[in-house]
């Protein structure tokens, strides 16, 4: 990270990391924040050249054999970043949603599927859910290996709204995970922007276990807890090109879409001129 200040006041940052993807693809991603009032001036293009500066700098230290990309993500709206991505090389390649169930009425019945059943989750079942969703997730199109690293969900497992792991709705069968909603509910969040929102933040059913209602009635069932809690409204983000069609269940179980952004990739070019 790098942080920008004016006379002596911060005005912005850059953050830089790197994932590895299926297909033996590196991304080498990246942000650049900055107040509005210092947009326009030329800093953020520097901000943006400092950052490929530093990634290409990560990339020579990488096997060569991998497909290497920058990649960063912008709002769907134009705006000013947008702009800059695009005028730098940059274009679309995929859309990711927000989306949000405006209220938590009308909580569709879905019963859990026969042979399954929802348990309160215990320190010691957070290996064995990580094991299944690592599983689940490695179909998707924006997986990354070292998010299942020890490393990985050691991170995971200190994020504030990653620790209600009480409200989370697993589903077992015997010893195995078929699948879960992992949800929580960021306080600080809510009352920064004066909402009252759930995430569903990981939804994840294992192959074996698909089209049997699973996701349905995990959803269903977080519903519930989330309104037991007092949230008002539940929210997720998903792939808009997810091949299992995630978002039309979503659709079916009430949510709508909220924001749009479009992730944005470039080659890497180790040697520019």
């Not at 990649?71 to 989306?99: C, D, I, V």
């Not at 924006?142 to 709204?161: D, P």
């Not at 089209?211 to 037991?228: D, P, Q, T, Y």
């Not at 995630?246 to 180790?270: I, S, W």
Request: glycine share 8%.
């Amino acid at each position: 990270m790098v942080f920008i200040e004016i006379n002596g006041i911060t005005v912005g940052f850059c953050r830089c990391e790197w994932h590895e993807r299926p297909g033996g693809v590196r991304t080498y991603e990246h942000v650049a924040y900055l107040v509005p009032e210092w947009r326009g001036k030329g800093l953020r293009h520097v901000m943006l050249r400092e950052n490929e500066r530093r990634l290409r700098e990560i990339a020579k230290e990488h096997p060569s054999e991998y497909g290497k990309f920058f990649e960063a993500r912008a709002n769907f709206e134009e705006n000013h970043w947008k702009s800059l991505l695009e005028q730098e090389g940059y274009r679309p390649f995929r859309h990711n949603l927000t989306m949000l169930r405006p209220n938590l009425d009308d909580i569709p019945d879905h019963p859990m599927p026969q042979g399954l059943e929802v348990r309160p989750v215990k320190p010691e079942h957070l290996q064995i859910i990580f094991k299944a969703a690592e599983e689940a997730f490695r179909d998707e199109p924006g997986f990354a290996e070292e998010m299942f690293s020890e490393e990985g969900m050691k991170s995971l497992s200190e994020w504030r709204i990653f620790r209600q792991s009480e409200i989370w709705q697993v589903a077992w069968e015997g010893d195995e995970v078929a699948g879960a909603v992992v949800n929580g509910i960021d306080v600080e969040e809510n009352k920064k922007f004066n909402r009252n929102w759930g995430y569903e933040m990981a939804i994840f059913v294992r192959r074996a276990y698909r089209n049997r209602g699973l996701a349905s009635a995990l959803i269903a069932h977080s519903f519930e807890v989330l309104k037991k809690e007092g949230v008002s409204q539940a929210a997720l983000g998903v792939d808009s090109e997810n091949p299992s069609g995630a978002n039309r269940l979503y659709e079916r179980m009430g949510f709508r879409p909220f924001a749009q952004y479009t992730r944005y990739r470039k080659p890497l070019d180790l040697n520019p001129l």
